[in-house]
C-alpha cells in the first residue's frame, strides 16, 4: 500500500502553469507544465481567459500524478503560488468570469492611474501600501472591470460579483467554490490592502469606488484554508494550506528568512526582493515596500524592485524576431558573439517598471553598426535582463543602506550560464544559483507542508537547502562602470523618446 506523503505545489505563472510534486527531502519527484494562451486586444494590453488557467491547472495536476504513478491520497497538503496582480472578476453565482484576467502587465488602465495620480492620491497609496500609483496593481484593473461591462458595479454592490487574484481563484476553484480567500503577500499587490494594519482599506476602497463586498478574507501564507473538493482531486479531500505570490514564494523557497538577504528570479518579468524583517522600509528611490510572508502570527516586509521585461525578452528573440528556436540557443549565440558590447536593447516593451516606472517607454536598441550582427544582437538583449536587475540592487542598496554581498537567484532564465556571469559581473557581486531552480514552487510546498505538520519548523527546511551553482564576478572594475554607463544612457534616451 502506498504510505509516503507528498506535497503538491501548483506554481501558476504569466505564460504557464505547473505542478510540482515534492517529496520530504524537498526535492521534486515529478512535474508537468503547460503553456495557455496570451491574448492582446490592443497594443499594451494583456489578457488570459481564467477558466483556460484553470484548465490547465487541471491538466497539469493530471499529468504528474499520471507520470509519477503517485496517488492523490499520498499528498498531505497542497500549496499555490501565482503571477501577482492579475485580476479575475467572476459571478458567485455561476462561477464564471465576467471579463477575461487582466494580466499584470498590461498597460489598459493607465488611465485611471494617471488619473488618481493627477488628483493628488500618490502619497496616501504610497504610504498605507507600500505601492506606487501604476496600472500594474490589482486596483486600476478592477476599476476597469467594474467600468466597461454593463452592470458590473451594481452587481458587485449587491455582492453577485467576486474579485480575485489568481491564488483566490485557484482556490475558490480547487475547493469547490468553499471558501473566497487571499494572503498578506497576493493582497499587498492590489494597491486596496494597508500593509501596516493588515486590512483592506477603507480610504483607497472609497477613492476607487470598489465595493469592499466583493474582496476576499485575507489570510497568512502557511495555514489550511479550505480542502480540495473531491470531485477535483480524484475522490480526495486534500488541504489547501500554503498560498503566496510567486516572488514572495521564491523568497521563500530561497529560505531568504533574515534581513538583508535578497534574491532575484528571472522569469516573464525580474523580480528583485530583499526581506527587509518585521518593519516595512519605505522606498525613497521608487521600489515598492511590500509584505514578505506571514507565517505563525509574524509579518516579514520586502523591498521589491519590479522588472516587467526580462525572460520575455528572450521569448520575443524566439518568436517575435525568430532570432533563435529555443530560449536557451541564446546562450550559445552570446557566447558566439565577437562585438566588445557596443549594442544595448532596452527592452521596453510595457514601459519601464522599477526604478523608473515609465508606463510611456517603449522598447530601443542603441549601437548598431554596419558589423552588427545576430549574435551580437541577442547578447544584447540577454545583458538588458543583468543591466535592469543592477539597476534595481543599485537602488536598494541606496534605500536600505545595507549591502549585498550576494544574488540569491531562480528563475527559467536563471539558467543561462553566460547570462549569470554576466549578472555578477556587472553588479560585482557573486551570483549563486539555487540548486533546485523551481524555488518558486518549493517555497509553496514548504508554507504547506509548514502548515499539515509535513515539516516542523524552517530550522528544518534549512537542512534540505541545497548548494547550486556560485558565479563570481571577473570583470575589470572599469569595464564594469564603462558598460553600465552605456547602458543608462540608453535608457536615458529610450524614455526620451515618446511617440505621439
Ligand atoms: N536558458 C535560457 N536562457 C534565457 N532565457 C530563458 C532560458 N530558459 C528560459 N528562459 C526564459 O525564461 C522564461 C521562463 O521562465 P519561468 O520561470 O518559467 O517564467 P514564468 O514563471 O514567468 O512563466 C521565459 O520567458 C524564457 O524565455
Ligand atoms: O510569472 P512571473 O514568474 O514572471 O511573475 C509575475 C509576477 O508575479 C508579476 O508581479
Known sequence: MATTQYILAIDEGTTSTRAVIIDHDGQPVAEAQREFPQYFPQPGWVEHNPNEIWNAVL????????????????????GITNQRETTVVWDKATGLPIYNAIVWQSRQTTDIANQLKAAGHA????????????????????????????GAQERAENGELLFGTIDTWLTWKLSGGAVHVTDYTNASRTMLFNIHTLQWDPEILKLLNIPRAMLPTVRSNSEVYAN????HFYGSAVPIAGMAGDQQSALFGQLALQPGMVKNTYGT??????????????????????????????VNYALEGSVFVAGSAIQWLRDGMELVDHAPDSEAAARASQSRDEVYVVPAFTGLGAPYWDTDARGAVFGLTRGTTRNDFIKATLQSLAYQSRDVVDTMKKDTGIAIPTLRVDGGAANNDYLMQFQADILGTPVERAANLETTALGAAYLAGLAVGFWHDTAELETLAKVGKRFTPSMAANDRERLYAGWRAAVQATMAFKPS
Request: no cysteine.
Open 228 to 231: 480540495t473538493a473531491s470531485y
Open 123 to 150: 502619497d496616501l497609496i504610497h504610504d498605507h501600501t507600500g505601492l506606487l500609483i501604476d496600472p500594474y496593481f490589482s486596483a486600476t484593473k478592477i476599476r476597469w472591470i467594474l467600468d466597461h461591462v454593463p
Open 269 to 298: 518579468g525580474s523580480f528583485i526582493v530583499m526581506n527587509t524583517g518585521e518593519q516595512p522600509t519605505m522606498s525613497a528611490n521608487n521600489l515598492l515596500t511590500t509584505i514578505g510572508y506571514g507565517v505563525d502570527g509574524k
Open 59 to 78: 491538466s497539469t495536476i493530471a499529468t504528474a500524478f499520471i507520470n509519477s504513478g503517485i496517488q492523490p491520497k499520498q499528498i498531505a497538503g497542497v
